[in-house]
């Protein structure tokens, strides 16, 4: 964890923090002595993470697709914790296979969630983060910045984050500082949710010998949050150390 000092009492936001680089993400900030708002989907998970972090962290059942349940949680931070400081996009969906019709459905939802969830995700809590300088970090991927057979629209929501961020980063500076992370292979439950089967136990196999842990990925999430304010760290790909592309 970084030493910085200076967090306590700031908020972090963090949208998928019931599982991977998410959880990571907020036990890290809170090791930091950041008050954590967890965002997802499975109300168990958070509860129990937030149970587990202690110290004023809060579980907001949310789907990021949904924008009055969005709304609804940026009223909890504002009243429960005064406001939020820092916004981790990182809810996501990867569900990759040959481009066809079958995959509609697919295609539909990893736009939703992982390109316009993350832009009404920050629409909605934008006031609070330049209410007294703040941080976005967007969760994307290598597949930001490369594609392949199979992974178009992953692709194409990844790019779109990607592209959109540069935008904001430019619009938003200096009061909000905009981070980009783009990782590689990590050792989480991404790919368990993919509908073609095939695709499924193909990428499965490159995940089950994953070495780069969510805890790495959350450690330097902790690190960009923790410079001084007149540094902005904009952009970090990083891969496991054996992995082409
Ligand atoms: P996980 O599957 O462990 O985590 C995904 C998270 O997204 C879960 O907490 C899930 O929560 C949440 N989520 C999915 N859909 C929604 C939704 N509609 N609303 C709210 N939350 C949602 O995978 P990772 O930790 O690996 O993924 C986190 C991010 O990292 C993603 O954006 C992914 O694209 C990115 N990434 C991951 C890489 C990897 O190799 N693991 C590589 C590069 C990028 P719930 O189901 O409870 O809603």
Redesign the pocket.
């Known amino acids: 964890m970084s030493e910085n000092t200076g967090n306590q009492g700031r908020v972090a936001v963090i949208?998928?923090?019931?599982?991977?680089?998410?959880?990571?993400t907020a036990r890290a900030l809170a090791a930091d002595g950041y008050r954590v708002a967890l965002?997802?989907?499975?109300?168990d998970?958070?509860d129990a993470l937030a149970a587990e972090i202690g110290g004023g962290a809060i579980a907001i059942p949310?789907?990021?697709?949904?924008r009055d349940a969005l709304v609804a949680a940026a009223a909890r931070v504002r009243e429960e914790l005064g406001g939020a400081d820092v916004l981790v996009?990182?809810?996501?969906?990867?569900l990759l296979g040959p481009f066809s019709s079958d995959r509609r459905d697919d295609y539909r939802?990893m736009v939703?969630?992982?390109l316009l969830?993350a832009i009404t995700t920050t629409e909605v809590f934008l006031d609070q983060l330049k209410d007294g300088g703040g941080d976005l970090i967007n969760?994307?991927?290598?597949?930001g910045r490369t594609a392949r057979a199979s992974n178009g629209v992953?692709a194409a929501?990844?790019w779109g984050v990607n592209g959109w961020s540069e935008s904001l980063r430019q619009e938003l500076l200096p009061d909000v500082r905009v981070t980009l992370?783009?990782?590689?292979?990590?050792?989480?439950?991404?790919?368990?949710?993919i509908t073609d089967e095939a695709t499924r136990a193909a990428v499965q196999k490159g995940?089950d010998v994953?070495t780069?842990q969510?805890e790495e990925?959350a450690e330097v999430v902790a690190f960009v949050l923790a410079r001084p304010r007149h540094l902005a760290i904009n952009e970090i790909l990083l891969r496991p150390a054996d992995q082409l592309g």
């Open positions: 949208t998928g923090a019931s599982s991977g680089i998410g959880a990571a965002l997802a989907r499975r109300a998970r958070i949310a789907d990021v697709t949904d996009n990182n809810a996501g969906v990867m939802a939703e969630v992982n969830g969760i994307s991927s290598v597949a992953y929501t990844k992370i783009e990782p590689g292979v990590v050792d989480t439950d991404l790919p368990s949710h995940y994953a780069v969510p990925i």
